[in-house]
């Protein structure tokens, strides 16, 4: 990393100049208002490493010194080390932890309080709540997660830990040599000789994993093991958190198991294609027979295809919808194949690729963006409409009666949002809509000068706009 000086403003100045400067042309002159506040002139300070919380009010950064380097976060500034550096700040914005080395050993230092020293840390994060700060420490070639500052077991090896949706809960995978554990909330479960890395519940209130010794594998539920099976995919909950579902294979069929009870068999089913409902009451994947593709939805399977993308299968907001992709090859063109969407077992047009596929929030509408001739296309209902060289994330009001996005032609960016086109500008932000559905807000680059639009209004210009 170069060496550069940068002059410190007061943090909301500077923190405004860091997020949406980075827009401006290299070189160029920007124009700060009167009443920011130059504090002081720092030296040697690693310009890429400059970053802020996500609410702007936090400015971090390392500064060099002679061969040394130090963290500055906020308030605190570190001693000086040979190396600093993997700063995370937590997701409510208040905490952070970094990496720092001396010696070729390792510490990490968790809001200014300074943790042990390891031949090596790795796998430095915060849960979903902030509340946990964990990274892994290496010493002696054993292993041991550290949270908060406070090591668990010491293991072989040990894998970075995966939370509930809101944080309060925790598991991580560990190695015993030629066996493998996994720690719930701090508790070991029995040992296996492997395991998949445990998933929560959408609710957090439950755990499963996939297990295998020797020929046999099964799922555990909190703590409960399933049946056993001659293989066993890896667990998947329903959005209300009370079935888990998973592929097995029973005999020469595999079939999928929800709540334990097993579903019709086929030849083959597309482990990672399982798609829920929101409401957690239909269940959808891709199964083959008779060297066929087909979606199942509900137990029945749908018309046979060669190929559809596993990962495609999408419920609507109301759970009465399905879309997925199939792929077909070209009936003109050898060795070309064409991306169809299917929305309620009905084809679409055939596209050279199809992009994300979306249901409006009252589910009464299904688009998705598509390329055709070098071309892309808004695909609403079934009819196409535009010709672009881009289409950037198309998004719904949150009543459903209106569709933005973000489309390029040449070197010119605009919105079109409701079918009518805005103002045409050199860089957009993402664009969104309030919560009464009545405000599109985003904002626009011309020249060295930006804006807040909205409705389409552009509002007056500024040298720098902040995320708001």
């Known amino acids: ?8 403003w007061t943090l909301p100045s500077l923190a405004l100049f860091l997020l ?29 490493s400059v970053t802020a919380s996500s609410d702007n009010k936090i400015l971090a950064y390392i500064q060099k010194e002679g061969e040394q380097q130090r963290m500055v976060v906020g308030q605190h500034r570190s001693p000086l080390y040979e190396e600093v550096g993997w700063l995370k700040f937590s997701p409510d914005r208040g905490r952070y932890l970094y990496g720092a080395m001396r010696k070729d050993r390792w510490r990490v230092v968790i809001d200014g309080k300074k943790g042990k020293f390891y031949k090596s840390v790795a796998g430095l994060k915060f849960s979903p709540d902030g509340r946990k700060a964990v990274y892994i420490g290496e010493s002696g070639n054993r292993e041991v997660l550290v949270t908060n500052g406070r090591e668990g077991e010491w293991f072989n090896k040990v894998e970075p830990p ?12 560990a190695n015993l040599g030629s066996k493998t554990v996994a720690l719930v909330d701090g508790r070991r479960t029995p040992a296996y000789d492997d395991m998949s890395e445990p998933v929560f519940s959408p609710d957090g209130k439950h755990y499963a994993y996939h297990a295998e010794t020797g020929v046999k594998h099964f799922v555990v539920k909190d703590g409960v093991k399933q049946k056993t099976y001659a293989l066993v995919g890896d ?22 198991v929800v709540g334990g009870e097993e579903r019709e068999p086929h030849d083959v089913i597309e482990k990672d294609s399982l798609a ?17 593709w087909s979606v199942v939805v509900d137990g029945q399977a749908g018309p046979p295809y060669k190929k559809i993308l596993p990962d495609s299968l999408l419920f609507s907001p109301d759970g009465a919808r399905l879309a997925y992709i199939i792929e077909r090859p070209s009936e003109k063109i050898k060795l070309v194949s064409h991306q169809i969407v299917v ?8 596209f050279n690729a199809i992009g994300e596929v979306l249901f409006s929030p009252d589910s009464s509408r299904c688009i998705y963006t598509a390329e055709k001739d070098k071309k892309m296309v808004i695909v609403d209902e079934g009819r196409s409409s535009g010709k672009y060289d881009l289409v950037k994330a198309p998004v719904f009001s949150p ?7 973000r489309a390029n032609k040449g070197f ?13 500008y050199h860089d957009i932000w993402p664009i969104s809509f309030s919560p009464q559905s009545q405000y599109l807000i985003y904002v626009a680059t011309r020249g060295q000068n930006r804006y807040v639009v909205v409705n389409g209004n552009e509002g007056e210009p500024f040298n720098n706009i902040v995320d708001g």
């Open 1 to 8: 990393m170069k060496k550069t000086s940068l002059h410190c």
């Open 20 to 48: 949406a400067g980075c827009g401006a042309k290299p070189g160029a002159d920007i124009q700060r208002t009167v009443n920011q506040e130059l504090v002081q002139e720092l030296e040697n300070v690693e310009l890429e």
């Open 162 to 173: 995966v939370f509930s949706e809101d944080g309060r809960r925790m598991a991580y995978l």
């Open 235 to 256: 667990p998947v909950f329903n959005p209300d958190s009370r079935q888990v579902a998973y592929v097995v294979i029973k005999g020469a069929k595999e079939l999928v």
């Open 276 to 292: 829920f409902s929101a409401d957690g009451a239909r269940l959808a994947y891709v199964a083959q027979d008779n060297k066929h």
């Open 343 to 350: 929305v309620d077992g009905e084809e679409g047009k055939p």
């Open 399 to 405: 009543d459903g009666k209106t569709m933005a996005y």
């Open 412 to 424: 010119t960016l605009f919105v079109v949002a409701g079918g009518k086109k805005h103002a045409i």
